[in-house]
């Protein structure tokens, strides 16, 4: 084998591989994920109804986040924001009850199995709710609406988020990323050719450079993105004598990233945000309508609203993904502490502090993002990107640089698993 092979690129290692069987694997299920949202619910007069959903910003963006399955009123209507919705309200909850914040974090593989089972009857929950209210909300573009249709319907609105579910954790168990956040990116990727499409027939009698203006913010935002997306802070570490091992003490450091929650506050915010036209479906609420034009994009509290609970959001996921007193044991019980700094409490609220820091710069970083799109559209007076906002483009690209990380750790181990069968042979033939 040459060097070549062994540093870079191999086909043959590639397509010997468990990775060509997982790629396979989770091209099929996207592909299923979307199949289902052109298996329409009878009844509806889905043009109309797609028609009325053009005129409303918040509908629009909603729709895009679940690739128009919305407005096609099909089997996967609901898409997975039960699911999002019911592990928002557990996060929340785990806070405020310290029993599921242990069961979460402190009782290993079973606990974590126990949340989650908790989080998909949430969800259980959250598709009946957000099914009735749906289908009550299209009323009007149905031709006949009666109880056993109503029954039907919602049954099977229920039945395809409870697929969805199990489409996002079979994707999740490849390893190649994570599932709710890859079936979101397959629904954004493919409302992305309708938007550009609406955004030429809309320029067709104005200022051509208004699409490269379009084409500039995007590419500009795109880098941008990459470059937090991979920005850290790196806090060295020094590891007592006992525990050195050649140039360990120099070589070891904590890397704290600038958005270190991804894209999961985006995610959060979004279904938030989205929350009172759920309910105003369901209720026929007039004000509430009112509520969900005002959050919705280019609505007058979107942009405020929208920063703030992304803030919350990246600030609150932060800790809860890595809190500063059992980081500090964990340095503690392996020898290992930040120079200048006394293991136990001091440690603990520097790194508290660190993180405040880092949240708050990924938090501004966020908001800029999407103050973006309300600049490019007073820049070019077009509104065809409205439902395809900054925050989309981070969570597209958020999830495609993760996937492709992924994807190269996979090759990695798949290297390290060929050498442990090279030694397993050698064994079996000595």
């Known amino acids: 084998m040459s060097s070549q092979e062994e540093d870079g690129f191999s086909w043959s290692n590639f397509l010997s591989g468990p ?12 592909v299923v994920s979307r199949v289902g949202v052109y298996v329409r619910i009878p009844g509806v007069d889905v043009d109309a109804f797609s028609s009325a959903m053009q005129s409303n910003g918040l509908l629009g963006y909603v729709d895009a986040l679940s690739g128009g ?27 405020a009850f310290p029993a599921l914040k242990k069961m979460q974090r402190e009782d290993g593989p079973q606990g974590r199995a126990r949340f989650q089972y908790y989080q998909k009857l949430a969800a259980f929950v959250f598709a009946i709710a957000q099914a009735v209210g749906q289908l009550t909300y299209i009323r009007p573009y149905v031709t006949d609406f009666s109880p056993e249709w109503l029954f039907s319907s919602s049954l099977a609105l229920v039945a395809g988020a409870l697929s969805l579910i199990y489409v996002a954790d079979t994707i999740s168990e490849l390893k190649l990323g994570n599932g709710t956040s890859v079936l979101i990116f397959a629904n954004i990727a493919s409302s ?34 990459i470059y937090v997306q991979e920005a850290e802070r790196r806090i060295p570490v020094n590891y007592s004598s006992r525990y050195q091992a050649g140039n360990l003490a120099r070589q070891s450091y904590l890397p704290f990233k600038v958005n270190a929650t991804g ?32 959050l919705g994009p280019g609505g007058s509290l979107y942009l405020p609203v929208n920063v703030a609970l992304i803030a919350f959001f990246n600030y609150y996921y932060t ?28 440690t603990a609220e520097y790194v508290a502090s660190t993180l405040t820091r880092m949240s708050l710069l990924g938090s501004l970083f966020l908001a800029v993002l999407s103050l973006a799109p309300a600049a490019v559209e007073g820049i070019t007076h077009l509104s065809a990107f409205r439902g395809f906002a900054g925050t989309s ?3 597209m690209v958020g999830v495609a ?22 030694y397993q042979d050698m064994d079996s033939k000595v």
């Open 19 to 30: 990775l060509p069987g997982k790629l396979a694997a989770l091209i099929g299920l996207i």
């Open 69 to 95: 399955s919305i407005s096609k009123v099909g089997l996967f209507s609901l898409g997975i924001i039960p699911y999002i919705n019911a592990s928002i309200v557990l996060q929340l909850m785990s806070a």
């Open 192 to 225: 992305l050719p309708s938007s550009v499409g609406a955004l030429l027939a809309q320029n067709t009698e104005s200022n051509p450079a208004n699409v490269a203006i379009y084409g500039i913010a995007f590419f500009l935002t795109t880098l941008g993105i």
């Open 263 to 294: 894209v999961m506050p985006l995610i959060f915010a979004s279904s938030l945000l989205g929350l009172p036209l759920a309910v105003a479906r369901l209720t026929d609420s007039a004000g509430l309508e009112r509520a969900a034009e005002a």
């Open 319 to 346: 800790f809860l993904q890595l809190e500063p007193k059992d980081l500090s044991e964990q340095l503690k019980r392996t020898g290992a502490a930040i120079p200048g700094l006394r293991p136990g409490k001091q």
């Open 393 to 395: 483009v981070l969570i």
């Open 401 to 422: 640089t993760d996937t492709a990380r992924r994807i190269r750790a996979e090759q990695a181990m798949a290297k390290y698993q060929d050498v442990d069968k090279l």
